[in-house]
């Protein structure tokens, strides 16, 4: 089945190196903070690759302005040369341009100068300005004026200088787009929970990718952080056989140090797309796209996030989201963006399954009651980063009957799987291959789309009417649907106890409020004013 294939370059057991790069990078960093120290190094690596794509570019026309069966072929040295300085000889085969001054070669003999950092800087605003139309505002100046001794910023571009990517375009770019990735992950894992708000983990990224299968179409993600969630939807393309290009890429994010990751991220994996700046909520950039596949993972329990801005806006069909929490105005802003075919899956706060307050509970109903809602996932905690509380997965289908797959209308698949994953680490899991696969082959075979029969499994999954949801509330915990196996029906779940209590006090909490008016009322009645 397709969801068992592992893409390539999924995971860095074979770059033994990129271990042993952190640990030299990370011995340099001094008193840096983490946070700060993540824009210079990841901003070396990818000034390193923009080299290395280079000067592999370079060696091949090189070879081939001295081979008598190639168009270039010269037997003069001079026009030799100039091939060799031809900026189309790169621009046309995706490789960056870059000037002389900027060549990492030049960079690496200048390691040691006092003034090597307004060197780096001047070398990135000359990379930036020879390809303005993909790099414009992505190259960070920030190294003459880095919290970092010359020496130590020396050591760190001697450092990076020692990896080496082999002459293979596509491998080198595989092995250093992993590198990058594998130092996105450790920078994150450093900074704890600032660092989690632009990375989410690779097994999460999978398996989000895998259970919606995004093959081609429009492909958007609106808190796109590091833009990790397109380049796993680009390697899973490619591991069925696919181009990349056959998706599109849209996306959002925030914070503008986390857009230059994000767009260096999808550079170094030789991917482009439309990745705006700026805050999807308060000002969305792709206001009339409409996407085949949302993939995010977007801020959790965001307070205070600015709904006065956008009180009327067309985005909140199914119920003005509250001031308090974000959450259901991104569940109605991937909603909006969805196409009438489209697709959604997307990282949210368990809250979100049976919150009641301030109107979620109404909106979370009109939602469901819409059959929009196609599978809800229960994860484990220490997943992520930022949380170590359990979070859910939510996956939407706007064409639940739709060609070719079993007519799910009126039913939504709960898969509970906070029994799975494998330690990494005193505070971190992931899931394995298996664990991705046994929950990606259920959601498929429920839908119809593999040819295998799906069957209720106790514990684990159940397909589920709207009319027992409505049963419970409109509360989407799987918990309440799959039930616990026969060896753990006593175990329950206490953030679900939890939600259930705060929930109930909510309602009393409302009552009581109820019932002092009237009290009060009454008595004003009788002439005694309270």
């Known amino acids: 089945m397709s969801s068992k294939k592992t893409p390539p370059g999924s995971g860095n057991h074979d770059l033994p190196f990129a271990k042993e790069l952190w640990a030299a990078c990370d011995g340099l960093r001094g008193s840096v903070e983490s946070a700060e120290y993540k824009h210079l190094v990841l901003g070396l690596v990818f000034l390193k690759y923009i080299s290395d794509s280079f000067e592999r570019r370079r060696a091949v026309l090189e070879v081939a302005t001295r081979d008598g069966s190639s168009d270039l072929y010269t037997k003069d040295e001079a026009e030799r040369a100039e091939i060799l300085e031809d900026r189309d000889e790169y621009i046309s085969e995706n490789v960056f341009w870059v000037p002389k001054e900027a060549r990492w070669d030049a960079l690496l003999a200048a ?68 590198t990058y990735e594998y130092f996105i992950k450790r920078f994150a894992a450093a900074e704890g929970h600032r660092g989690g708000e632009f990375y989410t983990p690779r097994t999460v990224t999978r398996l989000l990718v895998e259970m919606l299968e995004p093959y081609k179409g429009r492909v958007l993600d609106p808190a796109c952080g590091s833009c990790g969630l397109f380049i796993q939807s680009a390697k899973f393309v490619e591991s069925h056989n696919g181009q990349a290009r056959e998706i599109s890429i849209y996306g959002q994010e925030n914070n503008q140090a986390t857009w230059r990751i994000g767009r260096m991220n999808l550079a170094i994996h030789a991917l482009a797309g439309d990745i705006e700046l700026g805050d999807s909520l308060l000002d969305d950039k792709h206001p009339g796209l409409k996407a085949d596949f949302v993939l995010a993972n977007p801020p959790f329990n965001q307070d205070k996030w600015g709904v006065a801005q956008v009180a009327g806006d067309a985005r909140w069909k199914f119920g003005k989201p509250p001031a308090s929490n974000a959450n259901y105005a991104w569940i109605q802003h991937f909603i909006h963006h969805l196409a009438p075919a489209g697709r959604a899956g997307f990282v949210m706060a368990n809250g979100s399954l049976t919150s009641n307050q301030s109107g979620e509970g109404t909106i979370r109903e009109a939602i469901v009651r819409d059959d929009l809602v196609d599978c809800i996932v229960a994860c484990p905690g220490q997943l992520f980063y930022t949380t170590q509380i359990p979070v859910c997965l939510w996956f939407l289908d706007r064409s639940k009957q739709s060609s070719g797959e079993r007519d799910r209308g009126g039913e939504v698949l709960f898969l509970d799987a906070r029994q799975m994953g494998q330690k990494i680490s005193r505070t971190q899991i992931e899931f394995s291959d298996e664990e991705i696969a046994r929950v990606t082959d259920t959601y498929h075979a429920w839908r119809g789309t593999t040819g295998e029969k799906y069957e209720d499994k106790k514990g684990f999954c159940a397909s589920v009417t709207l009319e027992e949801i409505e049963k419970h509330g409109f509360a989407l915990t799987p918990g309440r649907y799959v039930g616990a196996p026969e060896s753990e029906e006593d175990e329950i779940e206490f953030e679900e106890r939890m939600a259930g209590l705060v929930d109930r006090l909510a309602d009393e909490l409302v009552e009581s409020e109820r019932l002092t008016g009237e009290v009060k009322r009454a008595l004003e009645g009788l002439g005694y004013e309270v």
């Open 111 to 178: 390691a040691n100068r006092p003034d090597i950092g307004e060197r780096i800087d001047k070398a990135l605003e000359t990379i930036e300005k020879a390809n303005e139309e993909q790099l414009r505002g992505v190259l960070a100046r920030i190294y003459a004026r880095a919290p970092l001794a010359a020496q130590k910023l020396g050591e760190l571009v001697t450092t990076i200088a020692k990896v080496g990517f082999g002459d293979d375009e596509d491998r080198a770019r595989d092995i250093l787009g992993r």
